[in-house]
């Protein structure tokens, strides 16, 4: 999901650029194909931002009318996708409009695991949250069985 910062509306990039690396999605749903820096369209493809506020009239915003500037850029190099650089939330597309199109939602979730719990410092997690007692909750992530099965 993108924003113009001119816009009023948060569309959906549509990736266009290819059809084969998918991320998240063991099935290989389209919804989570690689954005690459080349991806310029979104759905809906008319209007997708809304209103735009660098266009008035004596009755409001005009609608937009999408024209990008060029590439996607601050994209991730160390990763590309049929030579394609990758979007990130840091990536920026220049409209020709004037406004600066950035990513609200990018489909990417973290999560914590064992590693992060074990690793985590006992003290400074005490810290953080001095309600919870770490080290039991520590050996109840490690333990066999969270749940008891009969």
């Given amino acids: ?35 690459t820096e ?15 506020k660098l266009k008035t009239t004596s009755g409001g915003y005009l609608p937009c009318t999408y024209a990008p500037a060029g590439k996607w850029t601050k994209t991730y190099e160390k990763v590309k996708v049929m ?23 990018h489909g990417q979730q973290s999560e914590a695991g064992k590693s992060h719990i074990n690793n985590a410092s006992s003290d400074e997690m005490q810290i953080y949250n001095p309600i919870v007692d770490y080290d039991k ?14």
Avoid: R
């Fill in 83 to 105: 030579g394609k650089s990758t979007v990130t939330e840091l990536s920026e597309l220049m409209c020709a409009t004037g406004g600066k199109i950035t990513i609200l939602k």
């Fill in 1 to 35: 999901m993108a924003m113009c910062d001119k816009g009023a509306k948060f569309p959906n990039l549509k990736v266009t650029s290819h059809h084969k690396h998918y991320w998240n999605d063991a099935e290989g749903q389209a919804d989570y194909l690689a954005v």
């Fill in 38 to 52: 080349d991806d310029l369209t979104f759905n809906p493809p008319a209007m997708p931002f809304g209103n735009c």
């Fill in 137 to 150: 909750f520590k050996e109840e992530i490690n333990g066999e069985d969270l749940f008891e099965v009969e």
